[in-house]
């Protein structure tokens, strides 16, 4: 290795230090939970929370003008790594707060929990600052494999075993699909690296018909790591039979990196083909929020309630991908974002009502929270309502940014549908509001859980209402990473 390949692998390690400081820590922390007794395990999620935040100050301050490509081609750093990695990395921390008093509830305060986090949180950061398909693969796989993992984590609980089966054999699935779809596009284009494939793409293979064989398998895999129609059947049964801590984490942040995985392939390595994947992706956002929507209305296990919700919501997502504009980009981005955050929150609020013997996962099982509980029942009411899309919350501004992404392209059908699922949506929403104000309590017991827990739930809750009422933040954050 010369000198300037010496230069430029320590400039590509700089960047990456993010990366490289949480996969060692995950690897110390590996050993150290060796040493640790089962009653002190609290250690190992301390230092789990404490290496993610630490990896998040790492990425903030990762100064770099404008994208920047290191080692060989296969790392990209620009600003919208930068600022996902930083909300994948705090959205992580958080998760790791609300599981602690369940897990301990149960006997199942174990450190594999915390170390398959932190690797699955790392599959995350390779995978939003993938520039080449293998880096794309790579990261994907290692956020793959820990979640199968953590699903199946409680080895006493066949409800568990059975989601991860599912899991597992439906995500080989899609990730072979991928792999198909990865080797046409190579074999196409005759590069692995993105920038080269956007290139090719560019140079008049937009209408080649082996690129399109392989952006409609790609679409699929994209599809089902999103949790998109008509490849959404892993979520109602994974988040139900999860415990509701792994479900937690399933459900936030895996969904910034199937944004990131999206964005990378079909934005950055495929966008001259826009035209071709665009169509595609209205099939999979018009049926995601038809069915994600309707069947929704008809659960009563919150956790289920919750999954085919998320099915709706990506249809959202889908929507401003697919206008193909840097508006719609933004907005898919800043949904996103928010939607992690009121996620995290809403199974935040099931794990704060749960305690040994009682999961709290039924829609009923939130009956007259308000006589137990005004404050937390206030704060349920602002992820509720979030989430269903009513102002002045966060949620309000995201459906909007959509929206106007798609009448930015002037597809107003689009529009419409949007709208009018988004109040079929908002029917199931407020069914958990009535239900926690205006029916009697099923049970009497307390609302417990740490103080550390309870705090974090509120700041999280009140972080949804504030910005809401200022979004301009965020919405800052999201135009300069996708300008």
């Known amino acids: 290795m010369n000198a300037f390949s010496v230069a430029a692998f320590n400039a590509g390690l700089n960047l990456a230090a993010p990366e490289v400081f949480l996969g060692l820590a995950g690897c110390a922390i590996l050993l150290l939970d060796l040493l640790i007794a089962d009653s002190r395990r609290h250690w190992t999620a301390a230092l789990s929370i404490a290496a993610l935040l630490v990896t998040a100050v790492l990425a903030a301050g990762v100064k770099v003008d404008g994208p920047v490509t290191v080692l060989g081609g296969m790392f990209l750093v620009d600003a919208m790594s930068q600022a996902l990695k930083v909300v994948a990395l705090v959205i992580v921390a958080v998760v790791f707060v609300y599981s602690i008093d369940y897990m301990r509830r149960r006997g199942i305060l174990k450190g594999e929990y915390f170390v398959l986090g932190l690797f699955a949180t790392l599959g995350i950061l390779v995978l939003i600052s993938a520039a080449n398909l293998v880096t794309v693969y790579l990261g994907l796989e290692l956020l793959s494999l820990c979640l199968y993992a953590m699903v199946a984590f409680d080895r006493d609980s066949g409800r568990s075993a059975e989601a991860a089966i599912k899991y597992f054999v439906l995500g ?5 699909t991928l792999l198909y779809g990865m080797s046409i596009i190579y074999g196409v284009t005759g590069s692995l690296e993105l920038s080269a494939i956007a290139a090719a793409v560019q140079g008049g293979l937009a209408t080649n018909v082996g690129l399109l064989f392989g952006i409609a398998f790609v679409i ?3 599809g089902f790591k999103f949790g998109a129609v008509p490849f959404h059947m892993w979520i109602p049964d994974v988040y139900e039979g999860s415990p509701t801590c792994v479900t937690l984490f399933v459900a936030s942040a895996p969904k910034i990196a199937a944004f990131a995985l999206a964005m ?4 950055d390595g495929l966008g001259g083909a826009q035209v071709d994947w665009g169509q595609m992706l209205v099939v999979l956002s018009v049926l995601s929020m038809a069915i994600g929507n309707v069947v929704a209305i008809a659960q009563t296990n919150l ?6 919700s998320t099915i709706s919501h990506v249809g959202y997502i889908l929507l401003g991908i697919l206008a193909g504009t840097s508006q719609g980009y933004q907005s ?6 928010t939607y992690v955050i009121v996620a995290a929150g809403s199974f935040g609020m099931i794990l704060l009502l749960s305690r040994h013997g009682f999961e709290a996962d039924r829609i009923e099982d939130f009956k007259g929270l308000n006589a137990r509980s005004p404050w937390f029942a206030g704060m349920m009411a602002i992820f509720m309502f979030s989430l269903a899309g ?5 949620g309000f501004w995201a459906k909007l940014g959509v929206i106007q992404a798609v009448l930015g392209i002037n597809a107003v059908w689009l529009a419409i549908v949007a709208v009018l699922f988004s109040v ?3 029917f199931y929403y407020l069914r958990v509001v009535k239900m926690m104000y205006f029916d009697e309590p099923v049970d009497a017991a307390r609302v417990d859980g740490s103080p550390l827990m309870r705090a974090v739930l509120s700041a999280n809750a009140l972080l949804v209402l504030l910005l809401g009422i200022s979004p301009s933040a965020l919405l800052i954050v999201c135009a300069h990473a996708l300008p």
């Open 264 to 267: 990378r392939l079909l934005v």
């Open 303 to 308: 956790k289920r309630m919750l999954g085919y």
């Open 390 to 394: 009513v102002p002045p919350f966060i």
């Open 172 to 176: 080989s699935l899609a990730s072979g």
């Open 424 to 426: 079929v949506g908002a």
């Open 220 to 222: 699929v895999a994209i």
């Open 332 to 337: 898919a981005m800043f949904y996103t974002i």
